[in-house]
Every structure is written in structure tokens, then in C-alpha cells.
């Protein structure tokens, strides 16, 4: 494992100790709501409708995994590196009685056979701790059937620019839209290196894997905001989140 993959995943064993200590309430978000949001649901609401077998990349504490069942996936299949997380997803899903199954394992390179999902869901978070999204893409291209999509809902890559004052949007001084890496100074904190990749190279990893594009969208909302913080640069002006939306070529099964 590269250095700062290795550095990386214990940041994430540890911060995943917060997905055990809050594992009551995160049950009870689990089962009275939905963590997917809108704009996600208003782009999987025709993949779900087919009963799709789902593969979740990066799955963390797995609540999405439950809301995708419950709107329509026919099971989801976890993988995250952490042992932490998986260990209470598999708890909460099993209390709740969803199918959900979980697998602890480093990506790219999930331990599942070619073709097994209809649908690969990752994002919130994930693709910045992937060292190479090409190698990324192809992972997940594999993992799909026929005619499957690839469903991301992430951070903007322009959005770790953007500083959390609360009277004006600004650029921070230390970051650079065509930078490569820079380390997390927020969650889960203790200089965990986080990749950057921009827009466009991520679109070229999805269509260098031989994926057809179906769709593309950017907002303005973050897919995520800290307690107590109200940054200006999350009012409307700046991207701070993006959608995509990849089929594989071929006919179904
Ligand atoms: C910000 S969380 C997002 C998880 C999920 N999308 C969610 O909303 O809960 C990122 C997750 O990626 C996992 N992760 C990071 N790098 C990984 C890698 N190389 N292989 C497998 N899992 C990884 C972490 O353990 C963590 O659970």
C-alpha cells in the first residue's frame, strides 16, 4: 500500500469510531429518513425502478445503502477499507433487515467478479482518496453488466478552493484548482492527503474506461456542511458539488 493510502486509512479507522459512537442516532436517521438527497434521487429514480443489484465504492457508514433499498435497489453490496465502518453498517443493516451485505477491502480493486451490479454508486467524499481515477474508473467499469450505470455524487473539485467565511466567498491562499494534493486540515483531520483531480479529468477517467456519459450536472450546494458552519461560498454563487451519470455499452442479459 502506498504511503499515503497506509496514512490515509488509519485516519479512517479512526474517524470511523464516530459511525460506532453515534450508531443509535445514525440507526434512527437510517430508518425514519432518506440520506439520499433530490438531486440524487432525481437522477437514480429510473436506474432503481429495474430492481438494480447496487455496488456501493467507499460505502462508510452505509446509510445510503438502506435509503437505496429502501427506493428500490434489489440488495447493495459495501465496500469500504475500513473495518470500523463496515462493522456497524453490517450492524445497522442486519437490525433494520436490509439487504445489505459489506466487504472490508482497499479500492480500486474491489474483491467482487466482473459484471456483478446494475448499478455502482459512490461519491460524499470518495473520490479524493483514490490516487488514480483512471485505475478508479476502470475498477468500477469492470464491476458493472451490460447496459449498468455508474452514478457519482460528489464534491466539486473547484470546491476545497473555496474559504468558510461567512460575510464573503474567497479563495484560499494555499490551494490551487490544478493542484494535485493538498492535506485535510477539516475531517477527518490529522493530515490525511487528499487527491485532486479536476472536473474534466474525471470525466476523461469515466470515458477512458469506455463508459458512455449520460449525464453531468453542477450545483451550488456542498453534499455535506460541518455543524455550526455557514460559509458564504455555499449561498448560490460557487460550485460546490457535481453529478455524473455513465452507462456501459451492450445490450442486457
Ligand atoms: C467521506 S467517507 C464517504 C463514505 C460514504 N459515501 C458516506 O457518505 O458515508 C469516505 C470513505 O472512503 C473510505 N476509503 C477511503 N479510501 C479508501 C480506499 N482506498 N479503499 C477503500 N475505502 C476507502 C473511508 O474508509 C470512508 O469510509
Redesign the pocket.
Known amino acids: 500500500m502506498e504511503p499515503d ?1 497506509t496514512r ?2 488509519i485516519a ?2 479512526a ?2 469510531r464516530k459511525h460506532v459512537h453515534e450508531y443509535e442516532e445514525l440507526l434512527r436517521q437510517a430508518r425514519d429518513g432518506c ?1 439520499l438527497l433530490d438531486r440524487e434521487l432525481d437522477l437514480l429514480r429510473p436506474v432503481l425502478r429495474s430492481a438494480p443489484s447496487v455496488v ?9 445503502d438502506i435509503a437505496l433499498v429502501a427506493a428500490g435497489a434489489r440488495s447493495v453490496v459495501g ?4 473495518a470500523v ?1 463496515v462493522a456497524s453498517a453490517q450492524r445497522r443493516a442486519d437490525e433494520l433487515g436490509a439487504a445489505c451485505r459489506y466487504v472490508v ?4 480493486g474491489a474483491p467482487l467478479r466482473d459484471g456483478c451490479a446494475d448499478l455502482v454508486y ?5 473520490l479524493i ?2 490516487p488514480d481515477l483512471r485505475v478508479w474508473a476502470r475498477d468500477a467499469a469492470r464491476l458493472l453488466r451490460p447496459s449498468g450505470r455508474l452514478f457519482v455524487y460528489e464534491a466539486h473539485p473547484a470546491a476545497p478552493l473555496w474559504t468558510w467565511d461567512e460575510d464573503e466567498p474567497r479563495i484560499r491562499a494555499d490551494r490551487g484548482y490544478f493542484d494535485r494534493r493538498h492535506v485535510n486540515d477539516t475531517f477527518p483531520g490529522h493530515g490525511a492527503v487528499e487527491r485532486q483531480a479536476t472536473l474534466a479529468e474525471i470525466i476523461n477517467a469515466v470515458l477512458a474506461a469506455g463508459l458512455e456519459l449520460e449525464h453531468v450536472a453542477e450545483y451550488p450546494e456542498p453534499f455535506w456542511r460541518p455543524d455550526g458552519v455557514d460559509a458564504a461560498a455555499w449561498r448560490g454563487r460557487l460550485p460546490n458539488s457535481f453529478a455524473l451519470l455513465a452507462r456501459r455499452g451492450g445490450a442486457a442479459p
Open positions: 493510502t490515509n486509512r479512517w479507522e474517524a470511523s440520506s456501493h465504492l467507499q460505502s462508510g457508514h452505509g446509510l445510503d465496500v469500504d477499507y475500513s465502518a477491502a482497499e479500492l480500486p459512490t461519491g460524499k467524499g470518495a482518496w483514490m
